[in-house]
């Protein structure tokens, strides 16, 4: 019977009376999927009362209205040029109240005309439009008084798509969920169960039932988590399997104590506990995969580059893998000069190199000669070889997904994994987010970093702020100006990156102008150049395409305009452009004449705090995961029914009953295969 259930679940949708191939395909862009399950995941957002009422009377616009009308008259539309007025149905309701029911397809006139014969009388359900007279667009339902049953009481409404009716939706659960307790039979209890706490979502009968806290919303949350943190700790057993066993390297250099050495600041407390962590992993018989998560300028660079000499003590070489051409970039120009006092080879290897230069440098790496190179995709293309490549580091390991991920660590025999993160995400969190990884938090700056004062100032005041730059520039300072935009035509309600250059320019001769739809050669020309020392760029205009990438010391001042239309962790992130160098710095957050409350709200907590973790946790409370996160992320895990707000114990319950299960039941086997786990998480 187990198997009956998931052909059943498994269905294509075509297959479902009154679907056919061409809805399939809109639920297949709408979902993900054209199967069953795919539409059973996707429950209801609220419900609507269709209940009915004696008179139009006793509603407001823009209620669900069901009323008996008596059809009085027919007014068909009339043709003005290309134009047509809507055809009209004039009713009576049982108070004697008018109500004009409008048509204004042309094609179903003689339809919706037969639907509605004059001096009868008929059930009519729909969205009551304001107006002189009341009105009802297009109605859900006309139906008969004899089968005003055909009419739900509560009708639920789903996320919808182009082309898929809320009654197509409703044709395929009544279907779906009447033929699903003869696939059931003999079913274990706990799926059993599943299904029917998602029937009753599915039918629920208020808008209570479908809130975050709702006993069946919970129950299924908890099964989703269950499912996802047994496939995470699958990940983690498998890593311990006899495949990924690796005899522990020995030591044949002393550099080290070396690289400490010539270090000109002292390493953290937080920086040596992570690297006392990584060092551990190191000498273990299966491969280390462990993230090191850490707020921006918490010196996480100086860990990956202990990392990288403790391998390369053992003759092993390390790849560094960054998302883009300009932080590769960044990092080479910073450990190059480390890696050479080391009398170590470090080499970049992007997609812009081509040609001689190119081959010079697969042949260093097959070599063996490089022992650090760091680069972006192009680390992984399918002429790059390596001798033995002992370590992987990537940075922003969150842009990566886990195909980019495993295909660099397939240049190697189970190389170690070590990822980086500047995007702080609270524990509870980070336990499903980066389960199968063990995790060490930086949670302290180098010494001597001063805080970076913010300021928030209504945009009314920027000829002020703009006065009170002129003295900043003229002693030296540097200036990132951020705007939300590219280009004003985007939308009216912000200036754009390209509007404030120009405005700029009327006030200063040193201003530059970066952003994503710039040629990239003249995008890091114009950084290049605001980066150098003594740079005839002061100020520089840009959108977000800074937010990860550049390093300026000596930029002590951010202007972030619009300020309350990012997410606290875009601000946070932005911020951390500045106070990378000894002087004080500021960051000022201009705010629009509309902000909202929540704009205001975001921006009290960031000039409140400077502490990445609890800047996160406000975010996700405030936005919650699936805002925060984004669909688009590489590797993230986008949740049916978990609420980050709302469930914040059931992630501890769900990991520590994963923990504990000594052997992996099938149900939950069934579970993980439900909620497509294996595909998720590469379990």
Known sequence: MRQELFDFLNTDLQFIRGVGPVLA??????????RILDFMLHT?????????????????????VTVNVLVKSHRPGRAFGRRRSPTQIICTDKMGKNLTIQFFNVNYLDYWLKKLPIGEWRIISGKLESGRTPTINHPDFIEEPTHADKIPRVQPIYRSGEGITQKTFINIRDQVFAALPDKLAGA???????FDALRRAHFAETNEDLLPNADDIVKLAYFELLAHQVAIAINRRNRRDARYARVPRTKKYDLLEKFYAMLPFELTGGQRRALDEIFADMAREFPMMRLVQGDVGCGKTMVAMGAMVKMAESGGQTALLAPTDTLAGQHYAKLKPLCDKLGLVCDCLTGRDKGAARREKLVSLRSGRTRLVVGTHALFSEDVEYKDLGLVIIDEQHRFGVAQRESLRAKGKNPDVLALSATPI???LSMTIYGDMDISIINEKPAGRIPIKTTKLPIARIDALIDRLRPQIVTGAKVFWICPLVAESEDGGATAAEERYKELCKDFTCVGLVHGQMPRDARDKVMAEFARPGGDIKILVATTVIEVGIDVPDATIIVIENADRFGLAALHQLRGRVGRGALQSFCILLYGNNVSVDGIKRLDTLVDTDDGFVIAEQDLMMRGVGELLGTRQSGWINYHFVDYRAHRDLFKLATRAAT???SIEQWVRDLMYLFDCTSTLGA
């Open 25 to 34: 395909s809109r639920f297949n862009d709408l979902l993900g999927g054209r």
């Open 44 to 64: 209801p957002v609220y419900v609507k009362d269709r209940g009915i009422i004696d008179s139009v009377a006793l509603a407001n616009p823009g209620d669900i």
């Open 188 to 194: 274990d209890e706990h799926i059993a169960e599943f």
């Open 426 to 428: 609270p524990r509870t």
């Open 660 to 662: 504990d299960m000594v």
